[in-house]
């Protein structure tokens, strides 16, 4: 199976800050990956798929990169209501893995 | 609008069964794989199972393998999910999820309100 690992597990930041979340594979999923979020109590949201192409909806200060097996989550200008937890997701093979989470607070 | 309507779960003691549904509505059901993912309480997303549109293939995760069994009705859009001998590490809710398109990999764009399945004696 291929574990997804993220880092780091849970950041602080303020307003208007550039934030940043990685996720390695322990094999390569060329961009096979996706990033979601989810707020609590509710179902995760889809932000990215391909590893950088943004869902239609998505604001624009969300961005995604990365191929093989190094990816990053990147949030230009932290917003009040960024504040939730971030998955990756690869979507290349069975069985389907998560990576553990990552908790943005502000 | 994408719809889907988790229901089914509920509290079962260890070893016993339960079934989910998912209705699907406001997408062509029978075009698009569909998921089952799970979230302990407090913990991160857990992939489950996935059936293909046509419903002829099926995997799982290893967790449940052998003990859940995941199937479709096209004729009433609807997404099933049977698990047998269930324990309490199997305490969770269950979210419905569709397969975003045949391109971008296993990419779920849309997800349920989830039902909570509990396992305790």
């Known amino acids: 199976d291929i574990q997804m690992t993220q880092s780091p597990s849970s950041v602080s930041a303020s307003v208007g800050d550039r934030v940043t979340i990685t996720c390695r594979a322990s094999?390569?999923?060329?961009?096979?990956l996706a990033w979601y979020q989810q707020k609590p109590g509710k179902a995760p949201n889809l932000l990215i798929y391909?590893?950088?192409s943004l869902e239609s909806g998505v604001p624009s200060r969300f961005s995604g990169s990365g191929s093989g097996t190094d990816f990053t989550l990147t949030i230009s200008s932290l917003q009040p209501e960024d504040s939730a937890t971030y998955y990756c997701?690869?979507?290349?093979?069975?069985?389907?893995?998560f990576g553990g989470g990552a908790q943005v607070e502000i | 609008e994408v719809q889907l309507v988790e229901s089914g779960g509920g509290l079962v003691q260890p070893g016993g069964s339960l079934r989910l549904s998912c209705a699907a509505s406001?997408?062509?059901?029978?075009?698009?794989?569909m998921s089952w993912v799970r979230q302990a309480p407090g913990k991160g997303l857990q992939w489950v199972s996935l059936?293909?549109?046509?419903?002829?293939?099926?995997y799982y995760g290893d967790s449940v393998k052998g003990r859940f069994t995941i199937s479709r009705d096209k004729s009433k859009n609807t997404l099933y999910l049977q698990m047998d001998s269930l324990t309490v590490d199997d305490t969770a809710v269950y979210y419905c999820?569709?397969?975003?398109?045949?391109?971008?990999?296993?990419?779920?764009?849309?997800w349920g309100q989830g039902t909570l399945v509990t396992v305790s004696s």
């Open positions: 997701q690869q979507t290349h093979v069975f069985p389907l893995t």
């Open positions: 094999q390569g999923i060329s961009t096979r």
């Open positions: 406001g997408f062509t059901f029978s075009n698009f794989d």
């Open positions: 391909d590893a950088s």
């Open positions: 999820a569709k397969r975003r398109d045949y391109y971008h990999g296993q990419t779920i764009d849309y």
């Open positions: 059936i293909s549109n046509s419903g002829s293939s099926t």
